[in-house]
Nanobody
Framework: QVQLVESGGGLVQPGGSLRLSCAAS????????VGWFRQAPGKEREGVSCITSSDGSTYYADSVKGRFTTSRDNAKNTVYLQMNSLKPEDTAVYYC??????????????WGQGTQVTVSS
């Protein structure tokens, strides 16, 4: 069965860190660009970051640049999103998605079910 599964979400205080994982099963993530997205209550889904399959180039939304880092471990068929210096406005459900091209070009082929990240004191 082809699927993406996110994990690592939770409750964290402002200024804290979390690492999200996006594990693929049923297909090889090596040949897919992987994006991270988030959706807060009452807001539209927004792109957070993306990592290409071709050379591992990464792209970030301005709102997270310098605080979030995405990486991939092809041996584990997993992509990560390291989130540091978290702010309350980072609170959202975070999704990963994979597209079978080298670059971060929608539409994405597969989506995970999402993991909740809550930043609050």
């Amino acid at each position: 069965q082809v699927q993406l599964v996110e994990s690592g979400g939770g409750l964290v205080q402002p200024g804290g860190s979390l690492r999200l994982s996006c594990a693929a099963s049923g297909f090889t993530l090596d040949y897919y660009a992987v994006g991270w997205f988030r959706q807060a209550p009452g807001k539209e889904r927004e792109g957070v970051s993306c990592i290409t399959s071709s050379d591992g180039s990464t792209y970030y939304a301005d709102s997270v640049k310098g605080r979030f880092t995405t990486s991939r471990d092809n041996a584990k068929n997993t992509v990560y999103l390291q989130m540091n210096s978290l702010k309350p406005e980072d609170t959202a459900v975070y999704y990963c998605a994979a597209v079978s091209v080298a670059g971060c070009v929608p539409p994405y082929d597969y989506w995970g079910q999402g993991t909740q990240v809550t930043v609050s004191s």
